[in-house]
């Protein structure tokens, strides 16, 4: 690659999708799983929290990774208070580091906990009132994925979180799909 080409991929703008380090300052990683890394970041207008996705592309011969098109466009369509709100995407700019490749990151609202964490903790303990909170929630946003014709396909703990206030939030739709309940194939 010429030194000119270098500078043209480095000076191209994307008006649509913000870069993710003049928005956000990473604080942490919390978590790592088969499609991305999750880090705990600030955003540097307002200071409020956001979890930042990033969507691995290093297997990635031919665009976009499916999964992470599928999640963005059944977030688009979701709006539930028990369903994890995607903020924005955002990406990292073309440069020598990252070997003329953007990064891109989902940003996500951010939660506290997930229910793996939580019940693996042995300080917690989950009275029967707050069990029934839970389910009660579980059951409200699966209803409400599954009334807007979204199968999850990945239910499990770590993809349940919870917020400060105990709210909580089904996450991680890299694996589900719309369905139809007509007679067409594949469907």
């Given at each position: 690659?010429?030194?000119?080409?270098?500078?043209?991929?480095?000076?191209?703008?994307?008006?649509?999708?913000?870069?993710?380090?003049?928005?956000?300052?990473?604080?942490?990683?919390?978590?790592?799983?088969t499609?991305?890394?999750?880090f705990?970041?600030?955003?540097?207008?307002?200071?409020?929290?956001?979890?930042?996705?990033?969507?691995l592309?290093?297997?990635?011969?031919?665009?976009f990774?499916?999964?992470?098109?599928?999640?963005?466009?059944?977030?688009?369509?979701?709006?539930?208070?028990?369903?994890?709100?995607l903020?924005?995407?955002?990406?990292t700019?073309?440069?020598?580091?990252?070997?003329?490749k953007?990064?891109?990151?989902?940003?996500?609202?951010?939660?506290?906990?997930?229910?793996?964490?939580?019940?693996?903790?042995?300080?917690?303990?989950?009275?029967?009132?707050?069990?029934?909170?839970?389910?009660?929630q579980?059951?409200?946003?699966?209803?409400?994925?599954?009334?807007?014709?979204?199968?999850?396909?990945?239910m499990?703990a770590?993809?349940?979180?919870?917020?400060?206030?105990?709210?909580?939030?089904?996450?991680?739709f890299?694996?589900?799909?719309?369905?139809s309940?007509?007679?067409e194939p594949?469907r």
């Amino acid at each position: 690659m010429s030194n000119k080409q270098i500078e043209k991929l480095e000076e191209i703008d994307f008006p649509f999708c913000r870069d993710v380090n003049t928005h956000y300052q990473k604080e942490a990683k919390v978590g790592q799983g088969t499609f991305g890394e999750v880090f705990k970041a600030r955003c540097r207008k307002t200071g409020k929290l956001v979890a930042l996705k990033k969507v691995l592309m290093e297997n990635e011969r031919e665009g976009f990774p499916i999964t992470a098109l599928r999640e963005i466009r059944i977030l688009q369509l979701l709006d539930d208070e028990n369903i994890v709100k995607l903020i924005e995407i955002c990406r990292t700019k073309a440069n020598a580091y990252n070997r003329y490749k953007s990064t891109f990151f989902l940003v996500f609202e951010f939660c506290d906990h997930d229910l793996a964490g939580l019940l693996s903790n042995h300080h917690v303990k989950f009275t029967l009132i707050i069990q029934k909170e839970v389910m009660k929630q579980l059951c409200s946003g699966l209803f409400y994925i599954h009334r807007n014709k979204i199968l999850h396909r990945d239910m499990k703990a770590a993809n349940i979180l919870i917020t400060k206030r105990g709210l909580l939030k089904l996450a991680d739709f890299g694996l589900s799909r719309a369905f139809s309940s007509s007679s067409e194939p594949n469907r």
